[in-house]
């Protein structure tokens, strides 16, 4: 429990150095970011989690699949703001090889239900449970929200802390590209 908190709560001082407190105003916020850059791949960690369903994800089950990882929780106001984007994102490439898996951290299924409905549109991708932060202990978060972008071979290709549009032209363009390999 000690470190959950500690972890958590790294990620709650990381989000605020950006301005980026619980309290904080949509027009306080900086502006959601249009971009993943791309670098050298390397091997993602391990990612096998239960989703809000009770439902097991497994990464390693997911190659052959382009993947969007973000780390999220519903105190954070740049995640919540990204949330419907990565939605129209996953709608997007339905019928693709592509799969978007958040990872929330630290909260429980409840909590997460009262979040999702509150937004227009109710997620339809996995809404994984890192109750106790080891998977984010493992993906070296250091900030919320974190999305990373494994390519089809299950290797890290993009790692992005802060708020994104996730269906952005330019993120839909990277995404593209990495299915075409």
């Known amino acids: 429990m000690k470190i959950r908190k500690h972890v958590v709560g790294a990620a709650l001082a990381a989000c605020c150095a950006f301005?980026?407190?619980?309290?904080?105003?949509?027009a306080d916020l900086p502006p959601l970011s249009h971009s993943l850059t791309l670098q050298a791949p390397k091997q993602a960690p391990a990612l096998k989690l239960k989703d809000i369903e009770g439902k097991m994800h497994d990464l390693a089950r997911l190659k052959g699949r382009v993947v969007l990882i973000n780390f999220w929780a519903t105190w954070c106001p740049p995640?919540?703001?990204?949330?419907?984007?990565?939605?129209?994102?996953?709608?997007?490439?339905?019928?693709?090889?592509?799969?978007?898996?958040?990872?929330?951290?630290?909260?429980?299924?409840?909590?997460?239900?009262?979040?999702?409905?509150?937004?227009?549109?109710?997620?339809?991708?996995p809404i994984l449970l890192d109750t106790r932060s080891h998977t984010m202990q493992v993906w070296k978060v250091?900030?919320?929200?974190?999305?990373?972008?494994?390519?089809?071979?299950?290797?890290?290709?993009?790692?992005?802390?802060?708020?994104?549009?996730?269906?952005?032209?330019?993120?839909?363009?990277?995404?593209r590209e990495l299915l075409r390999k």
């Open 79 to 125: 995640c919540r703001r990204e949330m419907p984007s990565m939605e129209r994102l996953s709608q997007a490439f339905k019928g693709k090889p592509f799969v978007v898996l958040a990872v929330n951290v630290g909260e429980d299924a409840d909590t997460i239900d009262t979040f999702t409905s509150q937004l227009d549109t109710t997620p339809t991708f």
């Open 142 to 175: 250091a900030g919320l929200p974190t999305t990373f972008l494994v390519d089809k071979q299950g290797r890290i290709v993009s790692s992005a802390i802060g708020g994104r549009e996730f269906d952005h032209p330019e993120i839909v363009r990277a995404i």
């Open 19 to 26: 301005g980026l407190g619980a309290a904080a105003h949509a």
